[in-house]
């Protein structure tokens, strides 16, 4: 009886949680990254091609929904075109189109753990970006990285270094906050634990809670990633957090 009560329990959680993100574009029109009237231009900053779509889904629907301008830089170390061509077909999936998409192929950013990336060249990289399209927000890794990745907290380091290197302090940094193992693989039911959490932990205007308003997009974006698409990562996109929300955090210039 009791194992009936708490099966019922997390379905009518989950059929909530659900229903919260089919219903979330009113209550994130506060959202700190709505200025009234203003399209912002927006750097999402990853380190491989299917990071987009396993980790930062909700943030890029977001963005794109409100016509804001989403531009995306990443490296592509590895198996070359195919990783590039992949990343083309998936940001096509959330409406971003491909002359917003950087591709590096830089021998100082290696693919693979025990690579070191080169902290000082990423921050001239995206300082260039910045300039060039005019961005007045960056996305990307806190320093974790979502999984440990040390690539992943390369890039968190690089984005650190231009905002410490650089005088351009009108350009917002935010980074993606990592959770536990159990918050990792509970799905649409984080987004509970993420509101709480963030507004337990950090002032008001310092995080932002990003429900996907349309969450199968991440599950057809990262198929794009052919060449990835094995059982582990359909099981991840399916049962991840990151797929339903994003918490993010501003990072102190």
Same mark, same amino acid.
């Given at each position: ?20 993100? *089919? ?8 959202? =700190? ?10 750097? *999402? ?47 096509? #999936?959330?409406? =971003? ?18 690579? =070191?990336?080169?902290?000082?060249? *990423? ?13 007045? /927000? ?7 990285? =979502? ?7 390369? #890039? ?36 509970? *634990? ?15 809670? /990003? /429900? ?17 698409? #094995? ?16 918490? /993010? ?5």
């Amino acid at each position: 009886m009791a194992w009936l009560s708490i099966i019922v329990s997390v379905g009518v959680t989950w059929v909530a949680s659900l229903y919260k993100i *089919l219903n979330s574009s009113r209550s994130q029109s506060n959202s =700190v990254f709505s200025r009234t009237g203003d399209k912002r231009n927006v750097l *999402l900053v990853i380190a491989h091609p299917d990071d987009e779509s396993m980790f930062f889904s909700p943030t890029i629907n977001y963005m794109t929904s409100r016509a804001h301008n989403v531009f995306i830089l990443c490296n592509a170390d590895g198996m070359g075109n195919i990783r590039k061509d992949e990343l083309y077909r998936a940001c096509a #999936v959330f409406k =971003v189109p491909p002359e917003h998409v950087k591709i590096l192929d830089q021998v100082d950013f290696q693919d693979g753990f025990g690579k =070191v990336w080169n902290h000082n060249l *990423l921050a001239k990289i995206v300082e260039e970006e910045v300039i060039t399209h005019a961005i007045d /927000l960056i996305i990307t890794f806190d320093n974790y990285g =979502v999984s440990g990745h040390c690539n992943h907290r390369d #890039v968190h380091h690089g984005i650190c270094n231009f905002l410490t290197e650089t005088s351009r302090g009108n350009t917002e940094a935010w980074e993606l906050i990592s959770t536990n193992i159990f918050r990792k693989y509970s799905g649409p039911l984080d987004i509970w *634990l993420s509101i709480l959490s963030s507004a337990m932990h950090y002032p008001r205007g310092k995080f932002q809670c /990003l /429900l996907n308003e349309h969450p199968g997009k991440s599950f057809l974006a990262m198929s794009e990633h052919r060449s990835q698409w #094995v059982w582990f990562r359909k099981l991840f996109v399916s049962f991840s957090s990151y797929s339903y929300v994003n918490t /993010l955090r501003r990072i102190n210039n």
